[in-house]
């Protein structure tokens, strides 16, 4: 039985100044109890949307989206809880409740069933989405996946927690996260990267980030056998976040009777650190799913 969702109220306000985040005037918003949630839309044709990981922003986007833009896809990336242009205060930082954000967004863009793309803590409430409202979700792209619950050592866990708390805390996310490139890094990771951190350093951001860091994934692994949509995991061969990449991959893909896409030398991010490679992949497979043809998709 579905979940029942909190009252959703949709407005289409377009920011008035550009954040720190490196919104546009674009950036549109999506009003849910408890806060408000920030989107870019842009595009026309069969929706995609998708969703970053947790410590970062929408932006990681800007290789993908304007690739499946230009193939003929109406591409909308949105900031999660507590990032990017989105508010902070949350009482619920969980996957749960991302997966409900992602519903009712679907529900305001009234543009049919969509391919959902998660990266990381992403993949989680699109998963949530795809077995909770499988009319809402044509497909989903898993990259870098954490929707399996992943117990910590004790060890790990301390070293996490130090990172996340003190005056230190966002120059550490800035290391961790240049350590998630593993062959090479964009020509702008720079500027993305200086924006990160800006946006990080904002009241309440870092709250986000470490509430969902130390989430369970219980929930999101246990539906996993719910989804029924056809899914393609993108998986960095070298993604330090996982002791064995591609069997992390091949266990998520056998659950969801999905498909694997390995990329090679690729870490964390294989969408940003090697888009020539990875964007042809997964637009081939968003058309698919879409049943269109596009140039990427010949």
Same mark, same amino acid.
């Given at each position: 039985?579905?979940?029942?969702?909190?009252?959703?109220?949709?407005?289409?306000? *377009?920011?008035? %100044? $550009?954040?720190? !985040? +490196? =919104?546009?005037?674009? /950036?549109?918003?999506?009003?849910?109890? #408890?806060?408000?949630?920030?989107?870019?839309?842009?595009?026309?044709?069969?929706?995609?949307?998708?969703?970053?990981?947790?410590?970062?922003?929408?932006?990681?986007? *800007?290789?993908? %989206? $304007?690739?499946? !833009? +230009? =193939?003929?896809?109406? /591409?909308?990336?949105?900031?999660?809880? #507590?990032?990017?242009?989105?508010?902070?205060?949350?009482?619920?930082?969980?996957?749960?409740?991302?997966?409900?954000?992602?519903?009712?967004?679907?529900?305001?863009?009234?543009?049919?069933?969509?391919?959902?793309? +998660?990266?990381?803590?992403?993949?989680?409430?699109?998963?949530?989405?795809?077995?909770?409202?499988?009319?809402?979700?044509?497909?989903?792209?898993?990259?870098?996946?954490?929707?399996?619950?992943?117990?910590?050592?004790?060890?790990?866990?301390?070293?996490?927690?130090?990172?996340?708390? +003190?005056?230190?805390?966002?120059?550490?996310?800035?290391?961790?996260?240049?350590?998630?490139?593993?062959?090479?890094?964009?020509?702008?990771?720079?500027?993305?990267?200086?924006?990160?951190?800006?946006?990080?350093?904002?009241?309440?951001?870092?709250?986000?980030?470490?509430?969902?860091?130390?989430?369970?994934?219980?929930?999101?692994?246990?539906?996993?056998?719910?989804?029924?949509?056809?899914?393609?995991?993108?998986?960095?061969?070298?993604?330090?976040?996982?002791?064995?990449?591609?069997?992390?991959?091949?266990?998520?893909?056998?659950?969801?009777?999905?498909?694997?896409?390995?990329?090679?030398?690729?870490?964390?991010?294989?969408?940003?650190?090697?888009?020539?490679?990875?964007?042809?992949?997964?637009?081939?497979?968003?058309?698919?799913?879409?049943?269109?043809?596009?140039?990427?998709?010949?």
């Amino acid at each position: 039985m579905p979940t029942a969702q909190p009252t959703t109220r949709s407005r289409h306000a *377009r920011s008035t %100044a $550009p954040s720190d !985040a +490196g =919104a546009t005037a674009s /950036t549109r918003y999506l009003e849910r109890a #408890g806060g408000r949630l920030a989107y870019d839309d842009a595009g026309d044709g069969p929706l995609v949307v998708m969703l970053p990981g947790l410590g970062d922003l929408r932006q990681q986007y *800007r290789f993908l %989206a $304007p690739e499946l !833009a +230009g =193939a003929g896809f109406r /591409t909308v990336t949105a900031d999660l809880r #507590g990032h990017g242009e989105s508010s902070t205060g949350w009482a619920d930082y969980g996957s749960e409740a991302a997966g409900a954000d992602l519903v009712a967004l679907l529900e305001t863009l009234e543009a049919g069933p969509a391919v959902v793309i +998660g990266n990381s803590f992403g993949a989680a409430p699109a998963v949530w989405a795809a077995a909770e409202r499988p009319d809402l979700v044509a497909g989903l792209v898993l990259i870098g996946p954490f929707v399996r619950d992943h117990e910590l050592s004790p060890v790990m866990r301390a070293a996490l927690r130090m990172m996340s708390v +003190g005056p230190w805390k966002v120059r550490a996310w800035g290391w961790f996260y240049d350590s998630l490139y593993r062959t090479a890094k964009p020509a702008d990771h720079a500027t993305h990267r200086r924006a990160l951190l800006a946006n990080l350093a904002e009241p309440g951001r870092f709250d986000a980030v470490r509430a969902m860091m130390f989430r369970s994934d219980a929930a999101i692994e246990a539906r996993l056998g719910q989804v029924h949509a056809p899914t393609l995991v993108v998986m960095g061969s070298a993604d330090p976040d996982f002791p064995d990449p591609a069997e992390e991959a091949r266990v998520v893909a056998d659950a969801v009777s999905g498909d694997v896409a390995m990329i090679d030398g690729a870490g964390h991010y294989p969408h940003v650190e090697m888009p020539a490679v990875t964007a042809p992949r997964i637009a081939r497979f968003v058309a698919d799913v879409h049943g269109i043809q596009t140039h990427a998709a010949r």
